[in-house]
């Protein structure tokens, strides 16, 4: 009688072990999405006590509820708080039908892996919780840095929209004064204002903080845009330019965020122009390597001195002066490739000149 009172205790911590187990594991299989953690997480917990085909898990939190299964309406249940931070998020129960079973057919010890069961969730929570946390802060970090990238081409911005403005009020001008060349000049008058439009919409676009949005795309376009908005930046700067696509790139199909690889583009471009010296030279140029697509940024400046390579894409850190740069660019940069499952490497050599690398998946060709 003994050795079977044994037995059948060992069975229930087998099976108490096994369910923290299988949990451990759904976090790690379900880890992206919470629902579906907390539903596997329920239907796994009536597994782990002495009457598993009768009892029913049920997680009640403040923010929704979670049941392996349909209660009786009368039923007996053990039950315990969940707790995050000290502070009260719900409970964990476990019911059995009242008219089969009474409080006394749970086992001391059930009551103990219940509470441990609740340790599990709230730490399921916190983990969420902070995820959400981390993206909140990096959707800031990202829309900040672009406002930031707009301060730096302000001047360029509003040389690229002067111009079209400029030829509306000249031909509105010469229509007043001369009504024989009414049609052609308005037809310039529309498509200087589209172009002044088209411009505006881009920076809009850059601008607004906006949920992810994935589009099958070519790069090559995004390039040129990109470039076509910094161009005054570079006369300023005294700079040249030279953009070299690769033959195919018509054909390679991306799964990218527009907005997102903009502001890659745009931080490596005003990266090199700060680096290279007037007079100096900038050549974007992309090519396939097997399954990337790699997009080249190469600069003539002064190279990245050799004690500091290993910290460029950390957070805050900036070679900069105060006041001329946060040190967010190539952390923003890094982060936003390796959200598109991309890679970014850098070649560097003193009074040389850098050299970045991003290489993306590419969807198709």
């Known amino acids: 009688m003994e050795s079977e ?14 369910c923290l187990y299988e949990i451990s594991n759904i976090v790690t299989r ?38 392996s299964g349909t209660s009786p309406e009368v039923v007996v249940s053990q039950e315990t708080e969940i707790e995050v931070d ?13 008219a089969e079973f009474s409080v006394k057919d749970f086992l001391v010890e059930e009551a103990q892996l219940l509470q441990k069961l609740a340790n599990e969730i709230s730490n399921i929570i916190e983990r969420f919780e902070h995820r959400k946390k981390e993206e909140i802060l990096e959707r800031k970090v ?35 004064e001369n009504e024989e ?8 008058i529309i498509n200087a204002a589209l172009h002044a439009r088209e411009v505006v919409k881009k920076l809009m676009f850059f601008a607004c903080e906006m949920p992810r949005q994935m589009q099958q795309v ?3 376009p995004l390039l040129e845009d990109a470039i076509k908005l910094l161009n005054p930046s570079l006369q300023k700067a005294g700079i040249t330019l030279e953009f070299i696509p690769a033959p195919e790139d018509k054909e390679v199909m991306i799964e990218l965020d527009p907005v997102q690889i903009t502001q890659v583009i745009f931080n490596l471009i005003i990266n090199a122009i700060q680096a290279t010296p007037p007079k100096g030279h900038i050549e974007i140029s992309t090519h ?21 390579k290993d910290r460029i894409f950390e957070p805050f850190f900036s070679t900069k002066i105060v006041g001329e740069g946060s040190g967010l660019g190539l952390s923003v940069v890094h982060g936003i490739v390796k959200s598109h499952h991309g890679k970014i490497d850098f070649e560097s050599e003193e009074g040389e000149g850098t050299t970045f690398f991003v290489s993306l998946p590419i969807v198709s060709r």
């Not at 672009?146 to 030829?167: F, W, Y």
């Not at 060349?181 to 310039?188: L, R, V, Y």
């Open 5 to 18: 009172n044994i037995i059948e205790i060992l069975n229930e911590r087998i099976k108490e072990l096994t």
């Open 30 to 67: 379900h880890s992206d999405c919470y629902t579906d953690t907390m539903n596997a997480v329920v239907r796994a917990i009536p597994k782990a006590w002495k009457y598993p085909q009768h009892a029913v898990a049920e997680i009640q939190l403040l923010d929704g509820s979670f049941c």
């Open 86 to 98: 000290g502070q009260s998020r719900g409970t964990l129960s476990i019911h059995y039908p009242a």
């Open 142 to 176: 990202r829309h900040n840095d672009r406002l930031a990238i707009l301060g730096q081409i302000a001047a360029g911005i509003a040389h690229e929209i002067n111009t079209p403005l400029t030829s509306i009020l000249g031909f509105s001008e010469l229509i007043q």
């Open 181 to 188: 060349n009414i049609k052609g000049d308005t037809e310039k």
């Open 218 to 220: 070519t790069i090559t």
């Open 288 to 308: 396939v390597d097997g399954k990337y697509l790699v997009v080249s940024f190469k600069d003539n400046g002064s190279g990245i001195p050799s004690g500091i």
